[in-house]
């Protein structure tokens, strides 16, 4: 299970959180026009609860705690079974009954995620003939929302010796996203010698761009 997941991993949290919603439902099944639930699943977590208890004892060997873990496994799928077919998408079960059992009630509330307005750049090595790492850091945030720096869209371009250079981010022609921290670009024999510029903007999760950062450039090796 998951950190995510709404079904507790510890042994006595579980307990108590399937006893709780089991006892709600025992009240409100026939408002929400399902079946109580079944005596099957009632004998699963009397099980449960007996291989729990056998914990306590300190001479507990691996036999036991390998039935524990078997009677556990069954619980939870079968409550799990019941949940996700009986109450998650039942329209006569409310947000206010889900949280009463415990259960993750969704926000339906959109929210926003501000466009970036820090500036990112990168300081450049040469891990080896042909190719240039790119480092990705901040010049400066503005923002605490990680959502608003979700990654770097590295725009690049190669120019040759005599050409005019780029004048900033606008005139690159190739770019790149990427949400990691480094970047290795390689390159063509033929582009030895020749000099890489990059621009780098952060974009948020939804795709918006920010400002363009300082050009910096590199000859390729």
């Keep these: 299970m998951s950190r995510n997941d709404y079904i507790p991993s510890n042994d006595m949290k579980l307990l108590e959180w399937v006893r709780l919603l089991l006892a709600y439902v025992e009240i409100h099944y026939e408002r929400w026009r399902i079946m109580e639930p079944s005596e099957d699943l009632q004998a699963l977590l009397v099980e449960y609860t007996a291989r ?3 914990m306590l004892n300190p001479n507990v060997g691996k036999v036991e705690i390998r039935e524990k873990n078997l009677a556990k496994a069954k619980l939870v799928k079968e409550i799990r079974g019941f949940v996700q077919g009986f109450i ?3 329209p006569f079960v409310t947000e206010a009954d889900k949280l009463s059992m415990g259960l993750r009630v969704h926000d339906t509330i959109p929210t926003t ?3 970036p307005v820090g500036l990112a750049t990168a300081d450049i090595t040469f891990p080896s003939s042909m190719q240039l790492m790119l480092h990705l850091k901040p010049v400066e945030k503005s923002q605490d929302d990680p959502r608003a720096y979700y990654g770097y869209r590295i725009y690049y371009s ?3 010796q005599g050409e005019v250079p780029p004048k900033d981010g606008l005139d ?4 790149r996203f990427t949400r990691r921290s480094k970047e290795r670009f390689t390159f063509l024999p033929s582009d030895i010698g020749k000099t890489a510029y990059f621009s780098i903007r952060y974009e948020n999760s939804k795709g918006k761009a920010g400002p363009w950062g ?3 450039f590199a000859i390729i090796p």
Excluded: E, F
């Excluded at 690159?172 to 770019?175: E, G, I, P, T, V």
């Design 172 to 175: 690159l022609r190739l770019s």
């Design 214 to 216: 300082p050009m910096i």
């Design 52 to 54: 729990v208890t056998a």
């Design 88 to 90: 998650s998408r039942n």
């Design 113 to 115: 995620v501000l466009d």
């Design 158 to 160: 190669i120019y040759a």
